[in-house]
């Protein structure tokens, strides 16, 4: 994606080929900060303190940072020990703990001295497929758009998303934001209601600085505005994202998410979920098996934003306790369909 004029993925090897370069994710919008993480600790407190966001960019960071691990310490029980730190950083989200699998796989069977170069060469080949993947998923997404279009031809498509679902969260690309891209690119008009996503606002944040970066009109709501514009008519589709899909369809995705469907369900909007393989977890038969990650309660309770001086400041609005659970689970029953790299498919 582009940046003004300068093209950037979300992720990228350093110099020497062994460390990655990230955005920090946490001065958005505000600032455009790349950092260099070189260990697998940096990667775990990048993943943890959600320096990096979104399932697949997740799993690509996580492959990345197992890597760096078998780099000081080939041997198996720091794979093991590794394998189990990064995972536990982000537990909710599936695409890390199939990174992480697949890293530890493709070096399992090979000498310590084999180990290194393989386990960088997996990784890449899981960021490269994740381009390739949601670049699919947009070209298949788009074509719901394009038909939506096609019969309310003298306006835009009024879609709505929520969290965050772009090349932000992916490695280039996106998921949701992918499918609305690629329908924008393709001369489809279209306008995004953007809801804020608290706690960690990632909507208002980092979906609406993209889609300013991208030149997709757009206007950030309310989370609790989005069943009045439902309700309104004001809305043709709502897309999302998802952090875990178990087998029976269900959907494992930024709070909020539900409720969303439920509107959508009441007011007959169509309501699809856009998703790679990576994010299937199949050896779960519903969404009450996933567990629900339960995070810092100051999420909820503090708000970062530039003071007068232009400086990020921390401000805190509630002096009372604070629950963050951090994910919700739509039912399967509430998804019309899931836009995938295989096509839109009715049911998982």
Same mark, same amino acid.
């Given at each position: 994606?582009?940046?003004?004029?300068?093209?950037?993925?979300s992720?990228?090897?350093?110099?020497?080929?062994?460390?990655?370069?990230?955005?920090?994710?946490?001065?958005?919008?505000?600032?455009?900060?790349?950092?260099?993480?070189?260990?697998a600790?940096?990667?775990a407190?990048?993943?943890?303190?959600?320096? %990096?966001?979104?399932?697949?960019?997740?799993?690509a %960071?996580?492959?990345?940072?197992?890597?760096?691990?078998? %780099?000081?310490?080939?041997?198996?029980?720091?794979?093991?020990?590794?394998?189990?730190?990064?995972?536990?950083?982000?537990?909710?989200?599936?695409?890390?703990?199939?990174?992480?699998?697949?890293?530890?796989?493709?070096?399992?069977?090979?000498?310590?001295?084999?180990?290194?170069?393989?386990?960088?060469?997996?990784?890449?080949?899981?960021?490269e497929?994740?381009?390739?993947?949601?670049?699919?998923?947009?070209?298949?997404?788009?074509?719901?758009?394009?038909?939506?279009?096609?019969?309310?031809?003298?306006r835009?498509?009024?879609?709505?998303?929520?969290?965050?679902?772009?090349?932000?969260?992916?490695?280039?690309?996106?998921?949701?934001?992918?499918?609305?891209?690629?329908?924008?690119?393709?001369?489809?008009?279209?306008?995004?209601?953007?809801?804020?996503?608290?706690?960690?606002?990632?909507?208002?944040?980092?979906? $609406?600085?993209?889609?300013?970066?991208?030149?997709?009109?757009?206007?950030?709501?309310?989370?609790?505005?989005?069943?009045?514009?439902?309700?309104?008519?004001?809305?043709?589709?709502?897309?999302?994202?998802?952090?875990?899909?178990?087998?029976?369809?269900?959907?494992?995705?930024?709070?909020?998410?539900y409720?969303?469907?439920?509107?959508?369900?009441?007011?007959?909007?169509?309501?699809?979920?856009?998703?790679?393989?990576?994010?299937?977890?199949?050896?779960? $038969?519903t969404?009450?098996?996933?567990p629900?990650?339960?995070?810092?309660?100051?999420?909820?309770t503090?708000?970062?934003?530039?003071?007068?001086?232009?400086?990020?400041?921390?401000?805190?609005?509630?002096?009372?306790?604070?629950?963050?659970?951090?994910?919700?689970?739509?039912?399967?029953?509430?998804?019309?369909?899931?836009?995938?790299?295989?096509?839109?498919?009715?049911k998982?």
């Open positions: 994606m582009k940046i003004g004029d300068t093209y950037h993925r992720i990228t090897l350093t110099e020497n080929g062994r460390g990655i370069r990230i955005i920090d994710q946490r001065a958005l919008p505000w600032e455009l900060k790349f950092v260099e993480l070189h260990s600790n940096d990667t407190t990048a993943i943890h303190e959600m320096w %990096v966001r979104g399932a697949p960019l997740i799993g %960071v996580g492959a990345y940072g197992l890597a760096m691990a078998i %780099v000081d310490d080939p041997s198996d029980e720091n794979l093991a020990h590794t394998h189990q730190q990064l995972f536990e950083t982000r537990p909710t989200a599936i695409n890390l703990k199939w990174a992480l699998d697949a890293v530890r796989d493709a070096v399992h069977d090979l000498s310590p001295a084999q180990r290194a170069d393989a386990a960088y060469a997996r990784a890449a080949e899981i960021a497929e994740d381009i390739s993947l949601c670049k699919k998923i947009g070209e298949y997404g788009a074509e719901i758009i394009r038909q939506l279009h096609a019969q309310n031809p003298q835009p498509v009024q879609i709505m998303t929520h969290c965050n679902t772009g090349w932000l969260a992916t490695v280039d690309i996106g998921t949701a934001l992918g499918v609305i891209y690629t329908a924008h690119d393709a001369g489809i008009p279209v306008h995004v209601w953007v809801s804020e996503t608290r706690p960690r606002n990632q909507g208002s944040a980092l979906t $609406a600085w993209e889609l300013s970066q991208h030149g997709v009109p757009h206007t950030v709501i309310a989370d609790n505005a989005a069943g009045l514009l439902m309700q309104r008519g004001d809305v043709d589709i709502c897309i999302v994202g998802a952090d875990r899909v178990t087998r029976n369809g269900d959907v494992c995705n930024k709070v909020g998410t409720l969303k469907a439920l509107a959508a369900k009441a007011h007959h909007t169509p309501f699809y979920v856009a998703l790679p393989y990576t994010t299937v977890d199949a050896s779960l $038969a969404g009450t098996e996933i629900i990650e339960e995070r810092s309660a100051e999420e909820l503090h708000f970062t934003g530039p003071a007068n001086d232009g400086c990020l400041t921390r401000v805190r609005m509630t002096h009372s306790v604070a629950l963050n659970p951090a994910f919700d689970i739509t039912p399967a029953e509430l998804v019309t369909g899931y836009i995938t790299e295989r096509g839109i498919l009715p998982i």
